[in-house]
């Protein structure tokens, strides 16, 4: 597979990088396991400088960056700013507030005095997609950094040019070489990486085809594995929800980033003597989405990451409709030479059909109409995936108690899917396991090292 930038707007080919040597690989094991060694003997106070040069570094270079993810991924240019300040605020939360999230924990216990130590456990191998080039590397980058595990980038080959920008802001910000090596791996190698002693887990998100593979290498060889993967988010409208933060919310929530989100909002489940004023709602609006350059401000859609993205969610919903579910609106060709997909919506998906139980990685709802609350949350858990989740009712009591009932690893209430450095971000099911960001995401892989003196 290679390495390289195609521009999803223009389709040119803008530049293809060579892979890694395996020599390249041995050399980053090497590098990151002496710093690993190194950093047991330092205190975190050093890394929470670099960590918040590196966000100054990115707010001051936002508008190179964003136009890196524009170019290489087709993000809309407002939408890859604000990623940047998000991968800032990340950086800083933990530059800020790691030290007290990794603090001791003393334990009660009649066997002596006991606590809880957090620390790092060695190299580890990320693995990410496009979708968010640069987020997805700092969900990871940032809290391992303070607990000190050096990390090995193995980033989509389509954002070898978002890779290797994230790794220069590294560098520019003074931490040491091997805190993050970015290389252009093979898979074999990336299961070389996991099969080495150096290494002590690898984080990956991305598909349930990915996952499954880099799971099961990390599993044969006792490594621990944090897996993020697909998902297919129920958006669940009760009878008594605020209709008008319902609109405010509702097309965003399933076409921001061209509805190539893994948490976007993909199955819109309303009561019946709702459901064809919300269809027609979501059509119109739909509708009225402008394709176009996604560099200028005025675009609203933009278009998908790359061909092979365009053709296969082109064969899902061409299936979707065989096998009986209506076309409301979509799924036509835009007259323009860059991957754009018309933002489609299907209803009358049936059990049978494979959209019912798909993701769609693109600006494809799915809605559907339930008689009662019990069966829009049926509908809802009746799902291999179990990302994200939304629930919308102008009561807090009813939202918590339906939203306390669905099987997913988030659920919001009264908004659609957020991110931010201290909300735990993760799944159950096909959705993966693990959790990134927060204390859960600070302690993925750390030793929580048990000291105990009987005689304290
Ligand atoms: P993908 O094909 O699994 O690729 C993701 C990453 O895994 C890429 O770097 C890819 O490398 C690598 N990879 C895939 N198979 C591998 C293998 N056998 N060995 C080593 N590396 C392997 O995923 P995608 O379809 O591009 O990404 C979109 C998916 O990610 C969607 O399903 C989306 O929902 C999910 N996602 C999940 C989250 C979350 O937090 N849960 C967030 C964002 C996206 P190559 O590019 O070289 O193939």
């Not at 009662?372 to 009561?395: H, M, P, Q, R």
């Amino acid at each position: 597979m290679a390495y390289q930038t195609i521009n999803p707007y223009t389709n040119e080919v803008v530049q293809t990088y060579p892979n890694a040597s395996d020599a390249d690989l041995q050399a980053a094991l090497a590098t990151g396991d002496a710093l690993y060694h190194d950093w047991r003997h330092q205190d975190r106070q050093q890394r929470a400088s670099q960590l918040q040069a590196i966000a100054d570094l990115m707010r001051q270079q936002k508008t190179a960056l964003a136009t890196t993810i524009t170019t290489e991924m087709g993000k809309l240019i407002g939408e890859a700013e604000a990623e940047v300040d998000l991968c800032a605020d990340i950086a800083a939360y933990y530059a800020t507030h790691a030290e007290a999230l990794l603090a001791p924990t003393p334990i009660t216990t009649t066997a002596g005095k006991a606590y809880i130590i957090r620390q790092a456990v060695g190299v580890l191998v990320m693995v990410e997609p496009w979708n968010f080039p640069y987020y997805q590397i700092m969900r990871v980058f940032a809290p391992n950094f303070m607990l000190g595990n050096p990390m090995i980038l193995k980033h989509a080959s389509s954002t070898p040019a978002c890779a290797a920008a994230f790794a220069k802001v590294v560098a520019e910000s003074g931490a040491p070489t091997g805190s993050l090596t970015n290389l252009f791996l093979s898979y074999d190698q990336v299961n070389t990486a996991i099969a080495d002693p150096r290494v002590a887990g690898v984080a990956l998100t991305g598909s349930e085809r990915g996952g499954a593979a880099v799971a099961a290498e990390a599993g044969a060889n006792l490594k621990k594995s944090t897996m993020e993967l697909g998902g297919n988010d129920a958006f669940i409208i009760l009878d008594d929800a605020d209709w008008t933060q319902v609109k405010a919310q509702a097309v965003q929530a399933r076409l921001f980033n061209a509805g190539q989100v893994c948490s976007a909002s993909k199955r819109f489940i309303v009561m019946a003597d709702k459901y064809d004023e919300f269809v027609a709602f979501m059509k119109a609006e739909f509708e009225r989405v402008q394709a176009g350059d996604p560099m200028n401000r005025a675009t609203t859609l933009a278009p998908l990451s790359s061909a092979s993205a365009k053709q296969k969610l082109q064969k899902q919903v061409e299936a979707a409709i065989a096998a009986g579910a209506t076309r409301v609106t979509g799924a036509t060709p835009i007259d323009l030479p860059g991957q754009f997909f018309t933002p489609t919506i299907l209803t009358d998906i049936a059990k049978d059909n494979p959209a019912y139980n798909q993701e769609m990685f693109g600006p494809v709802a799915a809605i559907y109409r339930v008689d009662s609350e019990a069966a829009a949350i049926a509908l809802a858990n009746d799902s291999s995936y179990g990302l994200g989740s939304t629930v919308f009712s102008a009561d807090p009591a009813h939202a918590d108690a339906v939203a306390q009932q669905i099987e997913a690893g988030m659920t919001t209430i009264n908004r659609p899917w957020i991110t931010a450095p201290e909300l735990p971000f993760g799944g159950v099911k096909n959705s993966g396991y693990g959790r990134e960001l927060c204390d859960l995401g600070l302690n993925a892989f750390s030793n929580e090292h048990l000291i105990l003196n009987a005689q304290a």
